[in-house]
């Protein structure tokens, strides 16, 4: 009489430890595989976004779009409006046909929840940016204000708030970016936060709260997140776009433009 052939309970005990070894090993690599594809997606979205804004201040005498302006009729119009006409891609307003940026190439497939204005522009004048919002009359800054257009950051991929809409710049003032305010020389550190503001605002997660509250716009969500495996995707005023790694973006370098308008110190 044959003996029936089968595991063992040990046999199949250790089967299934070497499968939950396995699967621990494969699994954060599958992640970080995926994040990776959602990262060259977001990329590519920022290098159609910059090649616009590039076309947009050379078609206009090398002046940047507006934040965003509203007319008498309250009917606004915001930077991504301006730039539509070079990309044709994105959600608009029902009521006026405007452009909101959502949606298409406006929204990072990282982002927790599609969002109005995940990707924000350095182009709030209050007192750092490259155009105002809603001047009277209209006017903003031209390229010759940027000392070096491939250094420096004209839209990020920003955090979330508790909203459907975020605001449509991101923080470019010296104060969130480095403790050492006021002395440009000194602001070299290659940090995104000193340290004690990074122990407050860790800008790796989506917000700085939990859950996000309208004022975080001053905080994460108005800021760069490095949300794809520690890198976050930027773009660059002479339209190229580019990752950098947490640490690696530097104020001094490709956030501050000195003018007589754009960017004091404070």
């Known amino acids: 009489?044959?003996?029936?052939?089968?595991?063992?309970?040990?046999?199949?005990?250790?089967?299934?430890?070497?499968?939950?070894?396995?699967?621990?090993?494969?699994?954060?690599?599958?992640?970080?595989?995926?994040?990776?594809?959602?990262?060259?997606?977001?990329?590519?979205?920022?290098?159609?976004?910059?090649?616009?804004?590039?076309?947009?201040?050379t078609d206009y005498d090398e002046t940047f779009p507006m934040d965003q302006y509203t007319f008498p009729n309250w009917d606004q119009v915001r930077w991504y409006d301006m730039i539509y006409p070079y990309i044709k891609n994105g959600d608009k307003f029902n009521f006026n046909g405007r452009a909101t940026g959502s949606g298409g190439i406006y929204h990072c497939p990282s982002f927790p929840s599609p969002q109005e204005a995940e990707y924000g522009a350095h182009l709030d004048l209050m007192p750092d940016g490259l155009a105002p919002w809603n001047p009277n009359p209209p006017k903003t800054q031209t390229l010759a204000v940027v000392d070096a257009p491939a250094d420096k950051v004209i839209v990020v991929e920003k955090g979330q708030n508790d909203g459907n809409s975020s605001w449509l710049t991101?923080?470019?003032?010296?104060?969130?970016?480095?403790?050492?305010?006021?002395?440009?020389?000194?602001?070299?550190?290659?940090e995104h936060y000193d340290l004690e503001q990074s122990r407050n605002h860790d800008c790796d997660f989506q917000y700085s709260t939990h859950p996000p509250t309208w004022s975080d716009w001053g905080e994460c969500a108005s800021l760069p997140r490095y949300r794809h495996n520690k890198t976050?995707?930027?773009?660059?005023?002479?339209?190229?776009?580019?990752?950098?790694?947490?640490?690696?973006?530097?104020?001094?370098?490709?956030?501050?433009?000195?003018?007589?308008?754009?960017?004091?110190?404070?």
């Open 170 to 190: 991101f923080a470019t003032w010296e104060g969130f970016w480095t403790s050492t305010v006021g002395n440009p020389p000194g602001s070299v550190d290659g």
């Open 232 to 266: 976050t995707n930027l773009i660059f005023i002479d339209g190229h776009a580019k990752a950098f790694a947490r640490g690696q973006l530097n104020w001094y370098k490709n956030i501050y433009i000195a003018g007589p308008y754009c960017c004091q110190l404070f």
């Open 1 to 57: 009489m044959r003996r029936q052939q089968g595991f063992t309970l040990i046999e199949l005990l250790v089967v299934i430890a070497i499968i939950a070894i396995l699967a621990a090993i494969l699994f954060p690599v599958f992640a970080q595989a995926r994040e990776k594809a959602r990262a060259i997606s977001c990329l590519s979205n920022e290098k159609q976004i910059g090649l616009g804004l590039a076309m947009y201040v």
